[in-house]
């Protein structure tokens, strides 16, 4: 994809305007929520990570993805430092489940931070596309750190009769806490709720709104970092289990590496205890960061939501929810 534009939006944050090559507009069509995952080599490593689209699908002509600065962070920061009109950049086509499903009822958008992306793009777009009542609360460390700001300020004048929008600044209120959450969503409860920021944003959000009643299907996260659950257990430190372990052999790169892996783990459980810096992004099933092929042996995915039919058949597996069904498998990262 072309960049075509570069703005500025925090001291922190920029968005970048994307050209989809000539016939690929329908390959590249997307919901509002959705994501791309780019792929940029720097100094002969190839990094894969993702950004959703803050753009309307509904209202904007180019996709528009936004970025923020992650300390020390190697892909972000290298967008906002050196990625400028013109450049070209490699994207997979868009995927992701943070979507809306339903086509009434109140939509109800919590966002922390850099997680407006996603939201902003849903908002704009229900807002423009039906007549529904949004909700948005959006949560900031301190007034600089707000992205979108005008955007959002001329969203609620214009949909004044069905956009409630609540900035909450940390530096002057504390961290957001359950009671006004409940509060914000009071009466809301056959809403679509969606949700996306800093993990401990996202867990005080889930838990308030399972107190507030709100139907757990209803409610959509959507996770910018790995899930700090998935834990990484080195095989010789694995109590025994009835099932006998796997083994893997993995290749990353020039690194080869084998060795046991405890029966139900995944694939990139087993490489991380190997060692390998192997790719991953959400870990969740929907970005295809991890992918790789299983070249002997097979492997079955928990979730997935991001490869094709045709390139599960030529084996290729997310790592992050493939678990071994054989005694031995050879893992392949391309
Ligand atoms: C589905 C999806 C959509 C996303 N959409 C956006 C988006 O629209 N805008 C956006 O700015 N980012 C988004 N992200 C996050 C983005 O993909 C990168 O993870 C992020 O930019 C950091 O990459 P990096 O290469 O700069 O940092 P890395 O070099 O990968 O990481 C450096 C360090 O920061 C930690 N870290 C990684 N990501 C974060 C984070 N988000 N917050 C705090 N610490 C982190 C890492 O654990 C590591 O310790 C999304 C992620 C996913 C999975
Ligand atoms: S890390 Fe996103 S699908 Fe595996």
Redesign the pocket.
């Known amino acids: 994809m072309k960049v075509t534009a570069v703005f500025r939006e925090t001291a922190d ?1 920029t968005s970048f305007v994307l050209d989809v090559p000539d016939g690929l507009s329908e390959r590249y069509s997307y919901r509002a929520g959705q ?1 791309l ?1 780019f792929r940029v080599e720097l100094d002969g490593v190839t ?1 894969t ?6 753009s309307s699908p509904l209202l904007d002509e180019r996709m528009r ?15 906002n430092d050196v990625l400028a009109p013109g450049d070209e950049i490699a994207a997979t086509v868009p995927t ?1 489940s ?1 979507v809306v499903g339903g086509d009434d009822g109140e939509v109800v958008a919590f966002a922390g931070g ?1 997680g407006i ?2 939201v902003l793009s849903i908002v704009k777009t229900v807002l423009a596309g039906s007549d529904r009542r949004v909700r948005l609360l959006y949560a900031n460390r301190d007034r600089d750190s707000v992205i979108f700001q005008r955007e959002l300020e001329e969203l609620a004048d214009r949909y004044a009769d069905r956009l409630a929008m609540t900035f909450h600044d940390d530096s002057e209120r504390g961290l957001l806490g359950p009671e006004t959450i409940r509060a914000f969503a009071d009466g809301s409860g056959q809403g679509e709720f969606f949700v996306c920021g ?1 993990e401990p944003f996202m867990d005080c959000v889930r838990k308030a709104l399972a107190e507030a009643g709100a139907e757990e299907a209803r409610v959509r996260f ?5 899930a700090s659950t998935v834990a990484v257990e080195p095989p010789e430190q694995t109590p025994p289990e009835q099932a006998p372990p796997v083994r893997v052999s993995i290749r990353l790169g020039r690194q080869d590496v084998s060795g046991e892996l405890r029966a139900g783990s995944t694939l990139l459980q087993g490489a991380r205890a190997l060692g390998l810096r192997a790719p991953s ?2 870990e969740s099933g ?2 295809a ?1 991890c992918m790789a092929r299983v070249v002997e042996g097979s492997a079955r995915m928990r979730n997935n939501e991001a490869l094709t039919p045709e390139e599960i058949d030529e084996g290729w597996v997310l790592t992050c929810q493939a678990v071994p069904t054989t005694p031995s498998v050879r893992v392949v990262y391309e």
């Open positions: 944050t994501f995952t990094h990570r993702s950004y959703s689209m803050s993805v936004t970025v923020k600065r992650v300390p020390g962070g190697v892909v972000s920061n290298w967008m992701g943070f850099s992306t996603p800093p959507e996770r910018f970092t790995p992004s959400c929907s970005c960061t």
